[in-house]
T-cell receptor
Framework: AQTVTQSQPEMSVQEAETVTLSCTYDTSESNYYLFWYKQPPSRQMILVIR??????QNATENRFSVNFQKAAKSFSLKISDSQLGDTAMYFC?????????????FGGGTRLMVKP | KAGVTQTPRYLIKTRGQQVTLSCSPI?????VSWYQQTPGQGLQFLFEYFSETQRNKGNFPGRFSGRQFSNSRSEMNVSTLELGDSALYLCASSPSGSWTDTQYFGPGTRLTVL
């Protein structure tokens, strides 16, 4: 079974600074997808960024980028120029191919507070 | 396009009752997955439906069931409610049900069992 671990339950960062959220996972698969989802206090889960394991290049989406280390099974999220609206729970998630349906496996989440 | 919608947004039930939650996927999406979110257990997969068929089920008791209709709308049902069923229930849809799809989440239904 796959496991996803987020070792930082809570983090805080000053507005305009950079913060990195950690995620490690365990799998024997060679190809899979990794995701970062954001869940603001209003509860709607929003996709931040996704990475296919076969792609060497780290994914970026505006101020959000990842550092994907396949051998180390590490998938960290860097948020640059943090904004107050980035305050949320962040979940790292894993998806692999299964013969019967799809299932996201989530980490426990990191609560990020951006301070003015 | 409208996003994933879930109704109702809030529910209060008592132990022993049953409840039905509804999810309407993004237009054109054919796969619907359900997740339970609690402070203690985090986000856990319940089941996934594609073309009206349950393809995958998480490790939940048989009191948790679901179905999908021909228009891809999905419902989940919890019978004989227990206090531990209090949670945020999230629904997610994806276009083709492929493992390469991204899942898009609804706002959730907050269920409180008294």
């Amino acid at each position: 079974a796959q496991t996803v671990t987020q070792s930082q339950p809570e983090m805080s960062v000053q507005e305009a600074e950079t913060v990195t959220l950690s995620c490690t996972y365990d799998t024997s698969e060679s190809n899979y997808y990794l995701f970062w989802y954001k869940q603001p206090p209003s509860r709607q889960m929003i996709l931040v960024i996704r990475q296919e394991a076969y792609k060497q290049q780290n994914a970026t989406e505006n101020r959000f980028s990842v550092n994907f280390q396949k051998a180390a099974k590490s998938f960290s999220l860097k948020i640059s120029d943090s904004q107050l609206g980035d305050t949320a729970m962040y979940f790292c998630a894993f998806m692999k191919h299964v013969s019967a349906g799809n299932m996201l496996t989530f980490g426990g989440g990191t609560r990020l507070m951006v301070k003015p | 396009k409208a996003g994933v919608t879930q109704t109702p947004r809030y529910l209060i039930k008592t132990r022993g009752q049953q409840v039905t939650l509804s999810c309407s996927p993004i237009s054109g999406h054919r796969s619907v997955s359900w997740y339970q979110q609690t402070p203690g257990q985090g986000l856990q997969f319940l089941f996934e439906y594609f073309s009206e068929t349950q393809r995958n089920k998480g490790n939940f008791p048989g009191r948790f069931s679901g179905r999908q209709f021909s228009n891809s709308r999905s419902e989940m049902n919890v019978s004989t409610l227990e206090l531990g069923d209090s949670a945020l229930y999230l629904c997610a849809s994806s276009p083709s049900g492929s493992w390469t799809d991204t899942q898009y989440f609804g706002p959730g239904t907050r269920l409180t069992v008294l």
